[in-house]
């Protein structure tokens, strides 16, 4: 259904200080300003302390899954061990608190991020004179190595990496400035949002520089920038250190969070998940992991509320996008973007309801799913719980035939059913776009 | 001494050859179809908690032959429903399907067998000692390990250059689209390819899952280390896998005996412990304890004096 | 006596125990437009790699401009002044045609590796750019996305790429291939346009195309040189002659 190259077809064109005039200028900082006041106003519309955990969280990801598409989205470097500047990070941040406290330095918590964030360059400076001699598969067995490395290196410096407690902090035992201790967790929001927010404009204003366009070019044809002057490894080494500046910025941010950093930070599981979460928004645009970042933050909480197998369900939501949808969440956003830029309002409706036609036996058919997944593991590991599960609040007994055979019937069925409204959806997508051309 | 040696050395080259019999598919996978699996080592540890399943309900000989079918037709239908459709998306998109597939194998493991070790044993058969070298009694267990692996490889190496699916397979290899023109049919080479590997795979957790520990995190252990064998050895390079192999293998496991520290050394040269510090868990460390990380080591100095590993060509 | 732009000295090139360069000697001053023509599998984009450093010769020497480059990385050579097309079109099919162009400029300009300067706001990137894309008249199509482009468009948005970084010497493989006789004209005017005062070397196969803009041809069989002229004279040579049509039996 769709394939890896955008289907929009006209990029847009650059904006920006060139066109000058206080006009080109508020339509440049307009969006950022829209996203500083969302950010300042969202503990207002969720007021709990679990949400407020939960924003801080996002916060973190969005600038953790931000970084590592410097690498993967923009410069085309596949990593599976990106965590080791964010967990090095983390642990620099809270050695540098712990010191800090220790010796009653006149440091406010507002720059330990600084920390993290040398951390990460410098880790990323060293490791990634090794790792950006090759590209590809090689680099991405390269990153994973070296994640191993650092992983296993965790249970022998002790010392650093605290063994299997960690190492915490106390973020309120630093100096206080304007009155602020960093206790509640809507101070430490607050702090995260700031940097976030820095963070996020730093990394789009790389992407427009002559640095970070030539990043785009080695993603698309490494061969062609060397022919035009430009030597793909030092463009790769630069894209791998500053991505490694802002992971390791994640990390302090996570370890002020939690004022706790372990060893699993720096670890596959960490490395995975950034993937995830970077892959699942959509690497193929600047907001994409951003919107990964927040989804995947939010089903890790809820979810693992919900059910004990839920990175099982994750990682099929992470095949199947691969398989039909390897754009990620921006991407298919981004299919729509000629409807909406054609002003084709009439055709989207349509266009939706026939998604929601298609809808309600994909959600029977994963309806299905849930319930031989959830049922599986009952019978198995946790049979000795006993059999009965509650499934959509309603009590099943996994040992019994009944609910197998409603499983089958909703998975089955439910297949069925969607794949007749496939030829619906591919009608009212030909309609929208022949209407939208027209135009 | 020279019984350590002889031990170790015996060990060694069991791992290697283990360690090849996984690397070895990954390796004709890779040649074959571009992508390198991820999953590879998921393989084995389907192999090994299959191996255990149908040896808890039809002994062991029989799981030995059955379990690794299973899990190559399994390999083969993940080929054919899965990475084929994903192929049109590049190899980025492979590689992420196959990492994908790894976590969810991982997963679905945990899900049934649970986080522990599970209880799968050698069979009374075997569970003798082979022969005595100095004081040690060397299980048969191990030996039976080794001429598997020998076995399978002759047979490989004789289906690759005397059979005629075997010279298909080889042109494929390098010649795919030339192969499909010849009138082969090239998709059900890669899925009997792919099937043969992921099986190559779950012999090694089937023969492997009672000597070493059979437990849902086998992947993740072994799976890093079984990526360094092929990029050390060259990527693509069957020959370059087994030197890889072996030379890991060897010096894991004599890594493993040498409780030598850096203390150690460096007192025999005159420099004295630092008192506390980072550094001064690194005094301490003894070559024993880093064991697990050597391979890893082994990568990074490669890469800096070889990076297109020992045998590979400039293309990968 | 200034040295000529490009110069090869008994260059050769083995894969393996195939000798595909067996000897190559050129010599090709600054200015000139220099055609190389052969047959299919002479070595002709061989040649080429071997120029521009994509592949390294086994033996022999490349000079540019009196400089020794042999060996060289191809980003080393193309910063001394030396640029090259594509047989199969080579761009960067996910950046828009503007962004092409702009990326074949950066480094001529000075920029490198710059991360802390905002592109947008560079105004000799943004004529340079400008410039160029009038000159392959690709102005109105500078937001289409390059891999969506026609055949006929991306083969000069590939001559642009080509010459937006001014370089000196231009290396350009079989720039007409698989264009109509329009098109090839077309083609033409802009080559000649575009290499007005500077060195170029182009493989062609088009006849037509070679002997309107050559001011040299060198003929390549098996590896070999075996005429180097002006194409009045080649026209006449008689070992041209077999190795194009073949010998009486």
């Known amino acids: 259904m769709s394939d890896v190259a955008s289907d929009a077809v006209k990029v847009p064109a650059p904006g920006g200080l060139s066109s000058a005039g206080p006009a080109a200028v508020v339509r440049l900082a307009a969006p950022w300003t829209a996203l500083a006041v969302a950010f300042s106003i969202l503990p207002t519309i969720f007021t709990s302390g679990s949400a407020l955990t939960m924003l801080s969280m996002m916060g973190i990801m969005i600038v953790f899954a931000l970084s590592y598409n410097m690498l993967l989205g923009e410069t085309g470097l596949l990593s599976f061990g990106h965590a080791v500047y964010y967990g090095l990070g983390g642990f620099l941040a809270v050695h540098a608190m712990n010191t800090v406290i220790h010796d009653a330095l006149p440091v406010p918590l507002l720059v330990i991020p600084?920390?993290?964030?040398?951390?990460?360059?410098?880790?990323?400076?060293?490791?990634?004179?090794?790792?950006?001699?090759?590209?590809?598969?090689?680099?991405?067995?390269?990153?994973?190595?070296?994640?191993?490395?650092?992983?296993?290196?965790?249970?022998?410096?002790?010392?650093?990496?605290?063994?299997?407690?960690?190492?915490?902090?106390?973020?309120?035992?630093?100096?206080?400035?304007?009155?602020?201790?960093?206790?509640?967790?809507?101070?430490?929001?607050?702090?995260?949002?700031?940097?976030?927010?820095?963070?996020?404009?730093?990394?789009?204003?790389?992407?427009?520089?002559?640095?970070?366009?030539?990043?785009?070019?080695?993603?698309?044809?490494?061969?062609?920038?060397?022919?035009?002057?430009?030597?793909?490894?030092?463009?790769?080494?630069?894209?791998?250190?500053?991505?490694?500046?802002?992971?390791?910025?994640?990390?302090?941010?996570?370890?002020?969070?939690?004022?706790?950093?372990?060893?699993?930070?720096?670890g596959a599981g960490q490395s995975g998940l950034v993937l995830l979460a970077a892959y699942i928004g959509g690497i193929g645009s600047f907001m994409g992991p951003v919107i990964g970042a927040v989804l995947v933050t939010w089903l890790e909480v809820m979810l693992s509320d919900v059910?004990?197998?839920?990175?099982?369900?994750?990682?099929?939501?992470?095949?199947?996008?691969?398989?039909?949808?390897?754009?990620?969440?921006?991407?298919?956003?981004?299919?729509?973007?000629?409807?909406?830029?054609?002003?084709?309002?009439?055709?989207?409706?349509?266009?939706a309801l026939a998604y929601l036609v298609a809808l309600v036996p994909a959600l029977v058919l994963l309806a299905g799913l849930i319930l031989v997944i959830e049922m599986t593991y009952h019978l198995t590991v946790k049979g000795s719980e006993g059999t009965t599960i509650s499934v959509f609040h309603v009590a099943l007994d996994a040992a019994s035939t009944i609910p197998w055979v409603a499983a089958a019937v909703l998975t089955f069925g439910g297949f069925w059913l969607f794949r007749l409204t496939w030829p619906v959806v591919g009608a009212a997508w030909h309609d929208a776009f022949a209407h939208g051309r027209a135009k | 001494m020279l019984e350590l040696v002889t031990i170790s050395t015996l060990n060694g080259v069991l791992y290697g050859m283990l360690l090849f019999l996984m690397a070895s598919g990954l390796t004709l996978i890779f040649s074959m179809m571009g992508v390198l699996n991820f999953a590879h080592a998921s393989f084995y540890m389907l192999g090994a908690f299959f191996g255990f399943q149908i040896s808890q309900v039809l002994g062991f000989w029989p799981a030995f032959v059955v379990a690794p079918v299973l899990v190559g037709g399994i390999g083969a239908l993940v080929e054919r429903y899965g990475l084929r459709h994903v192929h049109r998306h590049g190899p980025v998109a492979e590689l992420l399907f196959t990492f994908g597939l790894a976590f969810v194998i991982e997963e679905v493991v945990q899900m049934i067998w649970g986080k522990g070790p599970a209880d799968y044993r050698v069979p009374a058969a075997l569970d003798f000692s082979a022969f005595t070298v100095f004081s040690t009694n060397y299980p048969a267990y191990?030996?039976?390990?080794?001429?598997?692996?020998?076995?399978?490889?002759a047979v490989l190496f004789t289906v690759l250059t005397r059979t005629r699916v075997g010279l298909i397979i080889q042109a494929s290899l390098t010649h795919s689209h030339m192969v499909a023109m010849l009138g082969h049919n090239v998709p059900r080479v890669f899925m009997l390819v792919f099937g043969v590997g992921t099986g190559l795979a779950a012999v090694a957790g089937v023969i492997a899952g009672p000597a070493l520990v059979t437990q849902s995190n086998m992947a993740g252990a072994l799976g890093p280390i079984l990526f360094v064998v092929v990029v050390v050895g060259g990527l693509g390079s069957l020959t370059g896998a087994f030197l890889a192999s072996l030379l890991i293998g060897l010096v894991q496991t004599f890594a493993v005996s040498i409780n030598l520290s850096v203390a150690d050394v460096l007192r025999g040269i005159g420099v004295p412990p630092p008192a506390s510090g980072v550094l001064f868990d690194v005094w301490d460390v003894t070559v024993a304890q880093i064991a697990p990380i050597i391979p890893y080591l082994l990568l990074v100095l490669i890469l800096i004096f070889r990076p297109t590993g020992l045998m590979g060509t400039r293309e990968h | 006596m200034i040295a000529p732009a490009v110069e090869l000295i008994d260059l050769r090139k083995n894969f393996d125990a195939t000798q595909i360069i067996r000897g190559v000697s050129l010599a090709v001053p600054a200015g000139e437009r220099h055609a190389i023509i052969g047959p299919n599998g002479a070595g002709k984009s061989t040649l080429f790699n071997l120029i521009s450093g994509r592949l390294t010769p086994t033996s022999g020497t490349v000079q540019l401009n009196g400089e020794d480059v042999t060996g060289l990385p191809p980003h080393q050579i193309n910063r001394r002044g030396l640029s090259r097309s594509f047989q199969v079109t080579n761009i960067f099919p996910r950046l828009s045609v503007w962004e092409n162009v702009r990326c074949a400029v950066l480094w001529s300009l000075g920029h490198k590796y710059a991360f802390w300067r905002g592109i947008e706001g560079l105004a000799d990137v943004r004529e340079r750019t400008e410039t160029i894309l009038e000159a392959v008249e690709l102005t109105g199509r500078r937001r289409v996305q390059a891999g969506v482009l026609t055949y006929a468009e991306q083969r000069a948005l590939e001559i642009?790429?080509?010459?937006?970084?001014?370089?000196?010497?231009?290396?350009?493989?079989?720039?007409?291939?698989?264009?109509?006789?329009?098109?090839?004209?077309?083609?033409?005017?802009?080559?000649?346009?575009?290499?007005?005062?500077?060195?170029?070397?182009?493989?062609?196969?088009?006849?037509?195309?070679?002997?309107?803009?050559?001011?040299?041809?060198?003929?390549?069989?098996?590896?070999?040189?075996?005429?180097?002229?002006?194409?009045?004279?080649?026209?006449?040579?008689?070992?041209?002659?077999?190795?194009?049509?073949?010998?009486?039996?």
């Open chain 1, 114 to 266: 600084l920390v993290g964030g040398f951390s990460g360059l410098l880790f990323g400076i060293i490791f990634g004179s090794v790792s950006t001699r090759r590209a590809g598969t090689v680099f991405a067995m390269i990153s994973l190595g070296l994640g191993e490395l650092v992983a296993s290196s965790s249970l022998i410096l002790r010392g650093f990496f605290g063994g299997e407690e960690g190492v915490s902090t106390n973020r309120t035992k630093l100096l206080h400035v304007f009155g602020l201790n960093f206790g509640p967790q809507i101070q430490v929001y607050y702090l995260i949002a700031g940097w976030c927010l820095l963070c996020m404009v730093a990394m789009y204003a790389l992407t427009r520089t002559p640095f970070g366009r030539m990043c785009n070019a080695v993603r698309d044809n490494p061969e062609r920038v060397q022919f035009v002057g430009y030597n793909p490894r030092t463009l790769r080494f630069i894209a791998f250190s500053l991505a490694g500046l802002f992971a390791g910025i994640a990390g302090a941010l996570a370890a002020i969070n939690f004022e706790l950093v372990n060893s699993a930070e720096v």
């Open chain 1, 307 to 351: 059910t004990d197998v839920w990175q099982l369900y994750f990682g099929l939501l992470f095949i199947g996008m691969v398989m039909f949808a390897p754009n990620g969440i921006a991407g298919l956003l981004m299919m729509h973007a000629p409807l909406w830029q054609a002003r084709a309002y009439g055709s989207m409706l349509r266009l």
């Open chain 2, 142 to 153: 191990k030996m039976f390990e080794l001429l598997t692996a020998v076995a399978i490889f």
């Open chain 3, 160 to 249: 642009g790429i080509t010459i937006a970084g001014g370089a000196g010497i231009m290396l350009l493989d079989e720039p007409s291939a698989g264009m109509s006789v329009a098109e090839a004209a077309r083609a033409v005017a802009l080559i000649r346009k575009v290499s007005e005062g500077r060195t170029l070397i182009m493989i062609e196969h088009d006849m037509g195309v070679v002997f309107d803009i050559a001011d040299r041809i060198s003929v390549l069989v098996y590896g070999q040189i075996i005429a180097s002229d002006v194409p009045a004279r080649i026209k006449q040579d008689s070992a041209v002659q077999a190795a194009y049509l073949g010998t009486a039996p």
